[in-house]
């Protein structure tokens, strides 16, 4: 600590003495504007050495990258994932294995997204962020944002949502808690990343108003509102060029129309050149995979911005602006993360704040998709409960690739309903299926569950997905995973199957794990209940157990459409997924609900849609004003009352449609949302405000934003399919 202090000292007195500035340290830990340390990057910045300044532009070891140690840089360190810190393993790429780096197992994105709460997403932010700090680390590599495009996708369990603006308000929350705790979050992996299939490689052909409205916003609104300080590019290609060095992305997006100051890093060996790279890519370039692939400890000189770049500036000394800029943005970040002051607030690790704080977004992140007469919350009717399905007793939170969490535990849901429920009802469990690598079920296992649903008065139901088989974080046995997208729309063990048998017994109730959900089968319809709850965390068994129970009432959405049918899709149906050495993006704009509401399509799930054990009421939309030009705004604000028999809470989303546009645009489009809480009995007033950006679209001849004055519609409902109220505006 003493050397740190020594080291900030050092590099503070070099600085006064270089420009004698009394620059206070940040008190408080919001990032600063740009122009408040640009007087001590210009001086540190004319202190460096070209060498000097390219060893802030990559790797130092596997999460690290600079330092410069005559002038008291230090390096800048970083870690995974998007929902909790990653194990350790220092400088090399081989796990630690030590006992202390366990750490809070938040809910996945997928299941944090799910509960459409601002609120939360700030507070998820803040425990990521206190414990991100407390391990040590400058950088969290989350939160991901590519759009839920299939599916199929093996990595929709760590992203958010199948809209943008859900998606980018969700991440927004999130980095302001995450940056409030000192530390950096990194928005990733920009852009159009949305399968795993060839990943490192695939070119992903994409119309620019595909990109400026489904699949760059959420990066936008993560800049723009969330102040991010970092963002990691995805390893593919967009529209011919790698992301790492895309200057369409990268240049023209990132820096010209979002004005991004923070700093940019490739996804781990997403770098291809030093050129490209240099004039219009990244900022650092981060991997530690050899030529051949392995991942011992590269010569990190070697690395595409290291010696390379510094020849070639030697070569064209006209270069040195571009290694100037990126070291510019590199020490923004630095400072903003107080790497040369000792203001950064303590961090903290598994406190139970931290845990309650997992447990409430799982609560609140769990989706009620059905609840036939109401089976659910379980009555007194039921004496014995026959939990049934592997996902009863699975513990994913190592699991799923780099996102992978070391848990100081993990409430599974057998667990927690055991111990919530225990004393009340009589609980026995079968396992139903095994997952193994045939994929089959398992004929002993069936007649077990069949023999215990018999035994009991209501069967739940666990299983849907899982990241992969146990230990196979990395092999072919993945299905919620990164670097594989699942093979079909469909459970794996033929848990249909099992569900529809078990459903035809007794009274089910089905819980789906997964970062997606499945083909339409007969379980369900017959399943009298069903909860999807994405990967809840560290403290899903109980969250689960109190949501069965009643002592939690579901207030959950969904944040993306769930098909019948895979081919249903518009990404497998008009588009491509997952295409081969291209992917080409021929659904455009008509993404999720964009493309099922606009073209009446019907779906087994809605997007937004999720149940409450109470019911709620919406009343008029009032408006301030019947027209206003696009420089104004208009606001409005609907009565929601909550007239059931349970306190409870519901997303009040707001879509916008734009009937009389001179181009074809979605049905709806959501522009707003807000999630109200109400007592039984309780009514309260919620408010929005939308400029012309909510009624706005690119427009591909004048590649701008546009708004075409004319009658629009807002539409204020609790699902995409279920709208309640109307009104009309016009704009002048
Ligand atoms: C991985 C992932 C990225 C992760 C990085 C470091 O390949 O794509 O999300 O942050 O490498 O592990």
């Known amino acids: 600590m003493a050397s740190k202090i020594l080291n900030m000292l050092g590099i503070t007195a070099m600085m006064l003495f270089t420009f004698g500035c ?15 340390y640009e007087k001590q990057i210009d001086s540190l910045i004319s202190l460096m050495t070209l060498e000097e300044k390219t060893k802030l532009l990559h790797a130092s070891s596997s999460f690290t990258s600079g330092g410069v140690e005559r002038l008291h840089i230090p390096e800048l360190t ?11 393993h220092g400088r090399d790429w081989e796990f630690d294995n030590v006992t202390n780096d366990s750490a809070t197992y938040l809910p ?54 199948e809209d943008p603006y859900l998606a980018g308000e969700m991440a927004a929350g999130y980095i302001k808690g ?36 489904i699949y760059l916003p959420a990066f936008g609104h993560a800049i723009k509102e969330g102040k991010v300080l970092s963002i990691m590019t995805a390893y593919n290609k967009v529209n011919g060029q790698y992301c790492a060095e895309n200057q369409y992305l990268i240049d023209s997006v990132l820096h010209d129309q979002f004005d991004f100051k923070g700093l940019s890093m490739s996804d781990w060996g997403g770098v291809h050149s030093t050129k490209a790279t240099l004039l ?12 051949d692939g392995t991942r011992k400890n590269p010569n990190y000189n070697d690395f595409f911005l290291a010696n390379p770049l510094i020849k070639l500036v030697k070569e064209h000394p006209e270069y040195e602006k571009y290694v100037d800029e990126k070291v510019r943005r590199i020490l923004y970040v630095m400072f903003s993360v107080h790497k040369f002051d000792n203001e950064r607030p303590k961090g903290y690790r598994n406190t139970e704040e931290h845990h309650v704080l997992a447990r409430k977004v799982a609560e609140e992140g769990i989706v009620l998709l059905k609840n036939e007469n109401n089976i659910l919350p379980l009555g007194d009717n039921v004496k014995t409960i026959a939990v049934i399905g592997d996902n009863a007793t699975v513990k994913h939170a190592a699991q799923g690739g780099s996102s992978q969490v070391k848990a100081q535990y993990e409430v599974t849901p057998l667990e927690g309903i055991k111990k919530l429920l225990g004393d009340k009802y009589k609980i026995i469990y079968a ?32 299983g849907g997905w899982l990241h992969n088989l146990p230990g196979h974080v990395w092999d072919q046995y993945r299905f919620d995973a990164e670097g594989k997208d699942k093979a079909a729309y469909e ?15 007794k009274p089910t109730v089905t819980v789906v794990f997964g970062g997606s959900f499945a083909k339409y089968d007969k379980w369900v319809d017959d399943s009298k209940a069903i909860l999807f709850v994405g990967y809840p965390g560290m403290e899903g068994g109980t969250a689960l157990a109190e949501i069965i129970s009643g002592k939690a009432n579901p207030s959950g959405k969904l944040t993306f459409t769930v098909a019948k049918e895979l081919k249903d899709y518009p990404s497998h149906s008009i588009g491509e997924f997952p295409g081969d050495s291209t992917v080409e993006y021929k659904e455009g704009i008509f993404v999720g609900y964009r493309y099922f509401d606009t073209e009446g399509k019907e779906t087994m799930f809605p997007f937004g849609h999720g149940l409450s054990y109470t019911t709620f009421d919406f009343g008029d939309v009032k408006m301030d004003k019947k027209e206003f030009s696009p420089s104004e705004t208009v606001k409005f604000s609907i009565d929601v009352t909550n007239n059931g028999d349970y306190d409870g809470a519901e997303v009040v989303q707001v879509y916008v449609s734009d009937p009389s546009a001179k181009v074809k645009r ?32 690119w427009d591909p001849e004048t590649k701008a934003w546009t708004v075409d004055p004319g009658k629009f519609e807002i539409l204020v409902g609790n699902s995409s399919a279920d709208i309640r109220q109307k009104a009309e505006i016009t704009i002048k």
């Open 491 to 505: 459970f794996p063990y033929d848990q249909a199957g099992l569900i529809d048998q078990l459903a035809k017994i």
């Open 78 to 88: 970083m870690s995974d994932g998007p929902h909790g810190v990653r194990m350790e």
């Open 666 to 697: 979605p049905a709806k489009e959501l522009k707003a949302f807000e999630k109200v809480f109400l007592k039984k009995g309780e009514t309260k007033s919620v408010s929005f405000e939308l400029n012309k950006d909510a009624f706005s679209y």
């Open 22 to 36: 009394s620059q206070q340290g940040n008190k408080n830990t919001k990032m600063a504007p740009p122009s408040k």
């Open 280 to 291: 219009h890519g990244v900022d650092i370039e981060m991997g530690t995979e050899l030529a």
């Open 108 to 161: 996945t994105g997928i299941t944090l997204a799910s509960t459409w709460n601002k609120q939360l997403g700030y507070k998820y932010g803040t425990v990521l962020g206190s414990e991100a700090n407390e391990r040590g680390k400058d950088i969290i590599l989350g939160p991901g944002v590519c759009i839920i495009r299939s599916p199929l996708n093996g990595r929709n369990f760590e992203y958010l949502a």
């Open 178 to 213: 995450v940056q409030s705790q000192g530390i950096a979050a990194c928005v990733k992996h920009y852009a159009a990343n949305n399968q795993e299939t060839k990943r490192g490689s695939v070119d992903a052909i994409v119309s620019e108003r595909a990109l400026q409205e």
């Open 431 to 462: 396992r139903g299926y095994e997952p193994n690598k045939k994929g089959t079920s398992s004929p002993k296992l069936i007649k077990e569950a069949l023999a215990a649903a018999r035994k009991a008065d209501v069967v739940i139901y666990i």
